[in-house]
Every structure is written in C-alpha cells, then in structure tokens.
C-alpha cells in the first residue's frame, strides 16, 4: 500500500481499498509484530544462503544450512519466505534409467555390489558411470568416479570420444588423489568401455575387484546416475554450451569448488562429501 501511495493519491488508494485516511495512517504507526520482525531478520540469511549455493538450494537444503550457521527455524517459515519472495530450488528430471549397450564379445565382472553391505568407510566401494553434455562444437563425454561412501567425485575425466582411454584416465585420476588399498570394490554398467582388457588391467595392476551391473538393470549404480541428474540441473541445462573449453572449465568449478566441498548431501546427512569425509571416524 506504501508504494501506491506514492503513485497515487492518498484519497483515491483509500477509495479504492475501501479503507479510511485516518485507518492509513494508523497502519503507518502501528509497530511491526514480532513475526514480522523475526520474517525481516531471517530473509537476508535465506538470500545469502541460497545465492551461495548458486541458487540451486531449496527450501530443505537451505534450513540445513542455516542450522549450521546456528540459526533454528523451521522449514516451513523458511519455504513461505522464499515462496514470498520467488527464490526457488532447483528440481531435477524425474530418474530415467539409462543402461549402455552390452551387446559385446567382451567379458563381464559379475555383480558383486548387490552382495555387499553399503560401504562404512572410503575407498571400499568406487562406482563409475559415463554422461554426455551437448555443445555447439558437438557431443562432450564425461567420465566420473564416485566413492559410494562419501559419494564425493574421486576422479573424472572429458572427451569428444567414447574410447577406453577416457574411463581410463577418469580412474587413474582418483588412483592418483586417493591411493587405496587393495581389494577396492569397482562397480560400472557392462559398457565395451570397462570390459576392455586394457581397464581390466588397469583394475588388476591396482588390486581392484571388477563389479558390473546385472544386465539391463542401471539401478545397481543409481547414486552415480543421481550425480549426472543433478549435475545436468544445477549446472549443464542452466545455459547452452558454445566449446568444449567452456564446459571443462565449468565442471572443474562445480565438481571440486562445489559439489566435493559445499554441496549439501541428503545422504549424508545434509553434509558435503568433503566434511562427511573429515568428521568421520576413521579420520582419528
């Protein structure tokens, strides 16, 4: 009503509102109530948070962060004030389960994944998986290495191919940054890619035990087909790609600046894979 009054005539906002001068003014004087004031403390908390998550957070995402800053409210205060003032979440793409071709003469690990509890500790269980990302100089191809774990990205490689050498060098990239021991559990779908001998070797020179996905069934490495999901959202779909150059850069800034550090992980109890991996115990 404030701003209407400035536009317009007092008199005249009064009509058309049905409200008297003096009823204005009154409203004018009156304090506001403690909700308000509560409302007017919180929101720039909302905004700083969610502009600090690149405006990817919702309003569960964003409650958890501000109770890491110790400041308790509930979600549903924090949902209307964001709804209020347009600041959105980003909501992925209903799961659509993607399998590779199989239908190769290679051989296959078995699926050993389904065999075994989820992993307690890092660098039990690493699962890999292959994404593509359009541009404008044509298909870019990303390989990525999650520890089931922390489901931090351990290793991860790009391409304008589809060749062994790019998984490849996604694993030795986290063979590289993480240095695990032997018996390391490593799970991909029955792509030509993992089946090769030349990655079979590269498993075996490190001591890795080869898992595989059952035949036409990708839900055995869903966490890795949830990364692309909300990696396509947060990031790929956000805005269209000209280079390859320009993609690399930015996978670079979202992977290791914000989803290994930053990102707050559902599955993991609203922390990032880089602070579940610091406060657990096997850190003492």
């Not at 205060?77 to 980003?90: E, F, K, N, P, S």
């Not at 994404?131 to 290793?155: E, F, H, N, P």
Request: some cysteine; glycine content about 4%; proline content about 5%.
């Amino acid at each position: 009503m404030k701003t209407l009054a400035v536009e317009f005539p007092l008199t005249q906002v009064c009509q058309v509102l049905g409200l008297s001068r003096s009823g204005y003014y009154a409203w004018l004087k009156r304090k506001p109530s403690q909700r308000q004031r509560a409302d007017d403390q919180l929101l720039p908390l909302i905004v700083e948070v969610h502009a600090a998550a690149r405006k990817t957070y919702g309003s569960p995402r964003v409650t958890q962060a501000l109770k890491k800053q110790n400041h308790r409210c509930g979600r549903h205060r924090i949902a209307r004030l964001m709804r209020h003032h347009g600041l959105r979440g980003l909501q992925k793409r209903a799961f659509r389960p993607r399998t590779t071709d199989s239908d190769h003469p290679l051989p296959v690990a078995p699926n050993r994944l389904k065999e075994r509890v989820a992993p307690r500790e890092p660098n039990q269980v690493w699962v890999s998986d292959i994404t593509y990302i359009a541009t404008a100089q044509g298909w870019l191809y990303l390989a990525a290495v999650m520890d089931l774990c922390s489901r931090k990205i351990v290793g991860w490689a790009t391409a304008d191919h589809l060749k062994t050498s790019l998984v490849q060098e996604a694993l030795e990239r986290a063979l590289s940054r993480r240095r695990p021991p032997a018996g390391l559990l490593h799970h991909s779908d029955r792509g030509c890619q993992y089946a090769s001998a030349d990655y079979r070797q590269l498993l075996q020179n490190h001591q890795m035990l080869a898992s595989m996905s059952a035949a036409g069934n990708c839900y055995d490495n869903a966490s890795m087909e949830s990364f692309f999901s909300t990696l396509k959202t947060e990031l790929i779909h956000r805005q269209p790609w000209l280079t390859h150059a320009e993609v690399n850069g930015a996978l670079f800034d979202y992977v290791e600046t914000f989803y290994n550090r930053r990102r707050l992980h559902s599955a993991l109890d609203y922390q990032s894979p880089a602070e579940f991996e610091e406060q657990r115990p096997w850190k003492n």
